[in-house]
């Protein structure tokens, strides 16, 4: 696959899943007071959904720029299957697509310790 259409795709899904991840870490600060230190739970609960939400875009970057098509693929698989459970939980709030959403997040862990890894043993 061209490298150009491999950073478009990583683009599109970087779009696709920062919206509904944006939207529930904005969520999960609805109910914070004005003034409230940025070092508060509140804060710490948005960056982690941000983080556990991008894992897969992480994933992608480091496949693109090392040149592991295979696993630029088995991350796009993850991404779809994650994007389609956040836009699904969002319109449903169905636990079963909270399911699919938490099993993609743990798939897109389990693949950017696998590339990381793979990086360390080809040096």
Same mark, same amino acid.
């Given at each position: ?32 007071? $004005? ?10 609960? #948005?960056?982690?959904?941000?983080? *556990? ?27 779809? !299957? $994650? !994007? ?10 169905? !636990? ?10 743990? !798939? #897109?862990?389990? *693949?950017?310790?696998? $590339? ?8």
């Amino acid at each position: 696959m061209n490298k150009t259409i491999q950073w478009v795709i990583w683009a599109i899904v970087l779009v696709a899943i920062n919206i509904p991840t944006i939207s529930f870490a904005s969520f999960s600060l609805f109910g914070t007071a $004005e003034g409230t230190r940025i070092f508060s739970i509140d804060y710490v609960i #948005a960056g982690l959904v941000l983080i *556990l939400g991008n894992i897969i875009v992480i994933h992608l970057f480091l496949a693109i720029r090392r040149n592991h098509f295979l696993s630029f693929i088995y991350g796009l698989l993850v991404a779809v !299957a $994650e !994007a389609v459970g956040l836009y699904v939980f969002i319109g449903t709030f169905n !636990a079963i697509f909270l399911t699919i959403t938490g099993i993609s997040i743990v !798939a #897109a862990i389990i *693949l950017l310790i696998y $590339e990381l890894n793979l990086h360390k043993s080809r040096q």
